[in-house]
């Protein structure tokens, strides 16, 4: 099973914060036998985010969306996720309750500028359901398979391993998945490219790849002429008991064509 990750904040695109959501959410998704299908940054402008929700609830993906879903006005997310369902914001009975509480506990009325601007957290598209937020108990939403998270990875990853144990449990590890790689010194991809297609035409089951490199190892005038490829075979269930036959063909031909070196992988960089 795949999910999209929808990442939103302007600190992230203009580099003033490093993005920790996407190692963490590659690793939560592995854990389980589950996978990304593509990731997206966005800036906090609701246009183009409520644009991207709308072509997100088209596709039959689960899809995970950080940040932008706080209280003041760089936060765009609630709102864009309303327009772009065409539903009302509402006041969602339960997470106002969590935003009550906090308030009292802190010694805001609920009548104080400090609560009511705290309250606007609890303002949902209709219809959405809560996220839990053990951090602070302020809730995330979900609505239509797509799980709103704030942009905290503090608040945003235990919520996100929340979601997948309340709704996805039944989908963990229910795929087998087989890797194999090598790094290849001396072929460039124009003769590596005919091979992968050989591979991939005989074994359809089986996805190849290659990863391009420049050598540091050897002299700099000499770099153009020193190609390394990191190139590797992938594939899942009934393709795991045909990976074996096709990467003996597979290191034999990259022999026959010319690698000068062949380094097998413990592990491939698509795992």
């Avoid at 795929?175 to 005919?194: C, M, N, T, Y």
């Amino acid at each position: 099973m795949q999910f999209g990750i929808m990442i939103i904040g302007d600190e992230i695109l203009n580099g003033s914060r490093q993005d920790s959501h996407f190692n963490f959410f590659k690793g939560l998704l592995q854990q389980h036998g589950l996978q990304i299908a593509w990731v997206q940054y966005l800036p906090d402008e609701r246009e183009p985010i409520t644009r991207r929700l709308e072509q997100s609830f088209i596709e039959d993906l689960p899809v995970f969306v950080t940040g932008g879903i706080g209280a003041t006005p760089d936060d765009q997310t609630r709102q864009a996720c309303a327009e772009a369902l065409n539903v009302p914001l509402v006041c969602h009975s339960e997470a106002i309750k969590f935003i009550e509480t906090i308030s009292l506990q802190q010694g805001d009325s609920l009548t104080s500028t400090e609560h009511l601007q705290r309250a606007k957290m609890a303002y949902f598209p209709e219809n959405a359901a809560i996220i839990p937020n053990p951090f602070n108990n302020i809730a995330g939403f979900s609505i239509r398979q797509h799980y709103f998270l704030p942009g905290f990875p503090q608040m945003a990853h235990p919520m996100a391993k929340w979601v997948l144990n309340e709704y996805y449990q039944s989908y963990f590890n229910q795929q087998q998945r087989a890797f194999k790689a090598a790094l290849v010194d001396g072929l460039p991809e124009s003769i590596v490219g005919p091979l992968m297609e050989k591979i991939e035409h005989q074994w359809p089951v089986i996805k190849t790849y290659s990863l391009p490199s420049i050598r540091e190892d050897v002299a700099e005038d000499e770099r153009n002429h020193h190609y390394r490829l990191e190139f590797g075979l992938k594939t899942s269930n009934e393709g795991c008991a045909l990976l074996n036959e096709a990467w003996a063909y597979a290191l034999e031909q990259l022999q026959v064509n010319g690698a000068e070196k062949i380094i097998e992988l413990e592990k491939s960089s698509e795992e």
